[in-house]
């Protein structure tokens, strides 16, 4: 698409937003951001965008203006069905995501990974991996770096690592990655998705455009993963931790094996790595099985697996404050997330849970609290649904706090030697926090303001 003259509507002045403006901006197009937020609450995005001469459009609706745009890119915060969008399409304006802005204009090959869980730590390590394999190689997407920052800034000699969300893939057009991953399906989001129906066809777009040149890795243990193959005309690549399949990769308690790309041989032990959890075994296959599709040798994955560290926000290990272990994994935002934090720990768990309500269901998740947590702090705006739920479970031990703060006291005075206490709240952040990140961060802070306390 050319872009240079158009006059294009940014809808969402989230980072997302005002990177595509700023690279819109960069094309030559003509370009207005709108926002519901009023300026003196996005005073920082404001002035970045008024300093790049980016006209504002800020708490208006912008039912009235939608057709006067050759073009509308959303933020994935932004949902889909909005009347300004239906307006928009019936004058046939095109309306794109800020993933579909930035792949039209990027040279590199895209290596795009979605699934409700695991995302986030499955493309960090095949950054890693793609960038010990082709230095300007970058890691993009719903891992905290907007892909309109750097889709200008590769070329055909380095790779692209993507997360995408189902907010970021519901307006692709064109978007064609050279490998896919759809790592795991568990309902989620369907406050906005409204069905699990519509949830996992917004995920399928991920491989919509692809053709039998590209790659598509799924989970072969995941039913829903399972059959995509049925509807995907790319070459398909499974991993399991409990088949061994024809071609891909596959585990047993030890080891990660891989039958793929001409080899056929043990990976690595899984004791080797620095990543906590079966899940993350999982997330490795997966990282694995994308990078041979794109040729990378297994030498340079074999020695990216050994080196790889836990990402910030995900069983981030904080701290030991009187031989108690604190875990932040504050990007736990829905129910099977955190079940599978909660697997990987090897203590008894003091957890915080709780937070803005996504209409989940917390049965599974409380049920897996057999065994496993001693005692539950509860926060955010789904207190009571939690703690109801508990109570008819037959979980008792917990406590409702008013704060985080609150619920890291409790834990902490509650935990004894040889316990962890740990932030996954099996919810989203923004009844009370900006983002699951600064949940996370505020959690670390937290839990160091205790250590200093006792002067550690």
Not at 27 to 43: F, I, N, T, Y
Not at 157 to 182: G, H, N, R, T, W
Not at 202 to 229: G, T
Not at 272 to 285: F, P, S
Request: aromatic letters at 8%; proline letters at 3%; glycine letters at 6%.
């Amino acid at each position: 698409m050319e872009y240079k003259n158009k006059k294009v509507l940014v809808s969402g002045i989230a980072r997302s937003g005002v990177s595509a403006a700023i690279l819109l901006k960069k094309l030559g197009a003509e370009v207005c951001v709108q926002d519901l937020k009023q300026k003196d609450s996005v005073k920082n995005e404001a002035q970045l965008l008024e300093a790049e001469n980016i006209e504002l459009y800020l708490g208006k609706n912008p039912d009235d203006i939608a057709d006067k745009f050759d073009l509308i890119v959303l933020s994935p915060g932004v949902p889909t069905d909005l009347e300004f969008i239906k307006k928009a399409e019936s004058a046939s304006i095109p309306v794109i995501s800020e993933v579909e802005l930035a792949y039209s204009v990027c040279k590199a090959p895209v290596l795009a990974v979605t699934g409700t869980n695991g995302k986030t730590t499955t493309t960090a390590l095949l950054g890693e991996i793609v960038k010990n394999y082709k230095k300007g190689s970058v890691t993009v997407g719903n891992i905290g770096l907007p892909f309109s920052d750097e889709a200008l800034n590769v070329d055909e000699d380095s790779f692209v690592a993507a997360e995408l969300s189902s907010f970021q893939l519901e307006k692709i057009d064109k978007f064609k990655p050279m490998a896919s991953a759809v790592l795991n399906i568990t309902p989620d989001h369907l406050n906005r998705h409204k069905t699990i129906e519509n949830y996992i066809l917004a995920k399928e777009r991920i491989f919509k455009n692809q053709d039998e040149n590209d790659f598509l890795v799924l989970n072969y243990d995941d039913p829903v993963c399972r059959d995509m193959k049925n509807r995907a005309k790319a070459k398909t690549v499974f991993f399991s931790r409990k088949e061994k399949p024809k071609e891909g990769l596959y585990a047993d308690d030890n080891s990660i094996f891989v039958k793929l790309a001409g080899y056929d041989e043990k990976l690595i032990d899984i004791d080797e790595m620095n990543i906590l959890g079966a899940h993350n075994v999982e997330n490795a296959m997966a990282a694995a099985a994308m990078a041979l599709c794109a040729s990378v040798p297994i030498d340079i994955i074999r020695k990216t697996l050994r080196e790889f560290k836990a990402v910030e926000h995900r069983i981030e290990y904080v701290a030991e404050i009187n031989g108690v272990e604190y875990y932040n994994d504050s990007k736990g935002t829905n129910p099977d997330a955190a079940i599978k934090a909660i697997e990987a720990m090897k203590r008894p768990i003091l957890l915080i849970g709780g937070g803005y309500d996504k209409k989940s269901d917390f049965h599974q998740w409380i049920e897996s609290f057999k065994g496993k947590v001693k005692f539950m702090a509860v926060i955010g705006e789904v207190s009571k649904q939690i703690t109801d739920t508990a109570d008819e479970i037959g979980f008792g031990s917990y406590q409702t706090a008013q704060s985080l703060e609150e619920a890291v006291k409790l834990c902490f005075e509650k935990a004894e030697t040889g316990d962890c206490v740990l932030l996954s709240p099996a919810c989203a952040s923004w009844d009370m926090f900006e983002s699951y990140e600064q949940r996370g961060k505020l959690f670390k802070d937290y839990v160091n303001e205790l250590n200093l306390k006792l002067g550690r």
